[in-house]
């Protein structure tokens, strides 16, 4: 028994490396699809379209079509304003910015997620986490040191928002994961964003060479089976498990930077990112803490 869930563990993490070394390589991928003249709205349609294959093969080689029947629509058009809206500001973060610095921005979403959940979802908040967000807060002065001028404002207030939308579709995907399925959201995200997408991107066609139709084409056919990854990786392994491999992202991060871009991360980018990683291990070990912590009181109270 200890043997198969070590093995499932490793699978999860296998697979939560993989999705990370391919959500990094679509943010190449959209630097350079800009770099060629694609606009924000061309690459946001594309992500989309191309992922809608990959996604519902998964589903049918899976629990079938029948599993993306939900009785709630509504939530999912919410999900999916959400996500879009999450997606505009990841997007532009890694437009604006070189990738390590981007990358190192979505570090914050624990930090966010802590502060929504305290606020929105009324969850208890100690004294241990709120001092992990404000290290964490610390570092992002060090990393984008504001006033300096040697980090783009734009592109710093960009990046924190998308950390703060993906923390929001987390809590959201928490709420809807009650009674949905992770293939049905992702299936019904994929679906409902591409007509609001296919309109934008009606006033925005143009034409390009094969080239960057090949690296639109990738960024959709590489963030759906990173999305896939994702997904399963959680099958596999509980998320405070393999969420630590998604500080992964900032070495793929610096090594498209410096192999494509000639970029190299600054050196408040080297002393800033591993305080705001070790604020939101702190947090993710916390908060298994505190999970353990219940499980334990409900089972004795259960025993007794």
């Not at 040191?145 to 993906?166: D, K, M, R």
């Not at 994929?190 to 960024?219: C, E, R």
């Not at 190299?264 to 990112?273: E, F, S």
């Not at 803490?289 to 004795?300: I, K």
Request: with cysteine.
């Amino acid at each position: 028994m200890t043997q198969a869930r070590t093995e499932s563990a490793f699978k999860g993490l296998a697979l939560r490396l993989f999705a990370i070394a391919c959500l990094s390589t679509m943010s190449a991928l959209i630097k350079l699809a800009e770099a060629r003249g694609a606009t924000l709205v061309e690459t946001m349609f594309h992500r989309q379209f191309w992922a809608v294959p990959l996604v519902t093969a998964w589903i049918v080689a899976g629990p079938g079509l029948g599993s993306i029947r939900t009785r709630r629509f509504g939530a999912h058009v919410s999900r999916t304003a959400i996500g879009l809206c999450g997606m505009v500001f990841t997007f532009g973060a890694v437009l604006l910015l070189p990738l390590a610095e981007a990358t190192t921005l979505q570090f914050t979403v624990p930090i966010f997620a802590t502060i929504l959940g305290a606020l929105v979802l009324g969850e208890k908040t100690g004294w241990h986490r709120w001092g992990a967000v404000i290290v964490g807060f610390a570092g992002v002065l060090v990393v984008t040191q504001p006033g300096s001028g040697t980090f783009p404002l734009a592109g710093s207030v960009v990046g924190l928002l998308a950390a703060l939308f993906v923390a929001i579709v987390a809590i959201t995907l928490r709420q809807i994961g009650k009674t949905e399925s992770a293939g049905t959201t992702v299936f019904w995200f994929s679906v409902l964003s591409l007509p609001p997408l296919g309109i934008a991107y009606a006033f925005q066609l143009q034409a390009h060479d094969w080239l960057t139709w090949a690296n639109l084409i990738a960024i959709g056919l590489v963030g759906g089976i990173a999305q896939l990854a994702l997904t399963a990786s959680v099958r596999f392994a509980p998320v405070s498990t393999v969420i630590p491999m998604d500080y992964s992202s900032l070495v793929w991060g610096t090594l498209f930077g410096w192999l494509l871009f000639d970029a190299w991360p600054t050196p408040w980018t080297w002393i800033g990112a591993p305080i705001i990683i070790a604020s939101g291990l702190y947090i993710v070990w916390r908060e298994r803490v505190l999970h353990l912590r219940n499980t334990e009181a409900v089972s004795e109270a259960a025993t007794s």
